[in-house]
């Protein structure tokens, strides 16, 4: 194949693989728009980096209101916090490279929120300069090869931030398509078959992210009380558990933390 670029001179491949993203160019040049392939979820989301002051070590800690979410997280000791928007929306007209249009988009989503929090957290992601905003969205093709050229990662089945699985399959994915050229002797026709054979179940689990978002963003305040009412549950159950365990045990008095739970 005959690739040419931006700023060098064109050369010859004997195989081009696409590794660009959810967006990927080369998806569109050699198999066509990415509206017959991106699949809309109805949420959008951004991730920043935050201060660290703001966020519970080792806890996420989320706001909601109807159809809008904000939350952050710092894991371990780490000294950096992550801030966190979701918003449930139909499809936007935005463009996906222009980061000052993602800042005003989620800017004015998010302006007068009642929990005093998310005014600091915005802040402080807006000023970032890796802040980064795009569709909860997947993408779903029939093949993810086309002559010598064959797609991987992202660009050939994003599953969206709420699989939690894009490394899992990049990973997987990247190895698959490298074993199987290696398998098959460079016979590219051969490789790209087995390689879509054996890795497409993976991607079709992964796929499949059941009500997580949903249950996150709740359309209505409604919905989130019955969330809340779900997840509750199971918490208080285990405080029971942990109560009575500890009665059997100690006829010392119990904790004021328990007794909160």
């Known amino acids: 194949m005959t690739v040419t670029f931006a700023h060098h001179p064109a050369r010859r491949f004997d195989l081009v693989i696409g590794a660009d993203g959810m967006h990927s160019n080369l998806r569109g040049l050699a198999f066509g728009p990415e509206e017959r392939f991106i699949k809309h979820k109805d949420h959008y989301f951004a991730f920043a980096n935050a201060d660290s002051t703001l966020g519970e070590n080792r806890w996420v800690t989320m706001f909601n209101t109807p159809g809008k979410m904000t939350g952050i997280y710092r894991s371990g000791n780490h000294s950096q916090a992550k801030a966190y928007f979701i918003l449930r929306s139909e499809r ?42 795009d569709a909860l969205a997947q993408v779903q093709m029939d093949s993810w090869s086309n002559g010598r050229i064959a797609l991987v990662g ?75 009412a779900l997840v509750r549950l199971p918490l208080l159950k285990a405080a029971g558990v942990i109560e009575r365990r500890m009665q059997a045990r100690s006829s010392k008095p119990l904790p004021d933390y328990i007794r909160a739970a």
């Open 92 to 133: 936007l007209d935005y463009d996906h490279r222009d980061v000052a249009e993602h800042k005003r988009m989620v800017a004015e989503a998010f302006a007068g929120q009642p929990w005093q929090p998310v005014r600091g957290l915005l802040a402080t992601a807006l000023a970032d300069p890796d802040f980064y905003f």
């Open 154 to 228: 992202d660009a050939a089945w994003c599953a969206s931030p709420a699989s939690g699985a894009g490394a899992e399959l990049a990973l997987v994915g990247a190895y698959r398509l490298a074993g199987e050229l290696a398998a098959a002797g460079g016979d590219h026709q051969v490789a790209f078959a087995r390689y879509d054979s054996t890795h497409r179940p993976l991607v079709d689990r992964k796929q499949q992210i059941g009500p997580n978002v949903r249950l996150m963003v709740p359309k209505t305040e409604g919905g989130r009380c019955v969330r809340d």
